[in-house]
């Protein structure tokens, strides 16, 4: 006896879910309307007239590499030249791995 197959019919993505996907691989400017409407003119067919099964692939291996560089988003980190006082001068004094710009900066934070 064989398992029946069970493929859940395609369903086309919004432009919504292909900007948040497109943005969560680093583009976060790609014009998502026009992949959606790229598809449904060829009624949800690739140019070599196969169907559609995985929109996902489709951006990875067809979309993304025409696009260039990926913008990626540094996270802000804390510069270790800056003073941790939060004056805003860079650190010229490195006292107990804790950088400190000037003497009223220790004065201020250590109470020295």
Same mark, same amino acid.
């Given at each position: ?23 969560? #691989? ?44 990926r913008?990626? @988003? ?8 800056a ?8 650190? #010229? ?12 900066? #220790?004065?201020? @934070?250590?109470?020295?």
């Amino acid at each position: 006896m064989t398992k029946p197959t069970t493929t859940k019919p395609f369903v086309p993505p919004s432009v919504e879910q292909v900007r948040a996907y497109a943005a969560s #691989r680093g583009y976060p400017q790609f014009d998502a309307k026009m992949f959606c409407d790229y598809y449904a003119a060829a009624d949800w067919r690739d140019g070599q007239g196969s169907p559609v099964k995985n929109w996902k692939q489709k951006f990875i291996a067809v979309w993304e590499p025409k696009l260039g560089t990926r913008k990626t @988003v540094v996270a802000a980190t804390p510069s270790t030249n800056a003073c941790c006082c939060g004056c805003g001068r860079s650190a #010229r004094i490195i006292v107990g791995n804790t950088p400190f710009a000037s003497r009223d900066c #220790r004065k201020k @934070v250590l109470g020295w």
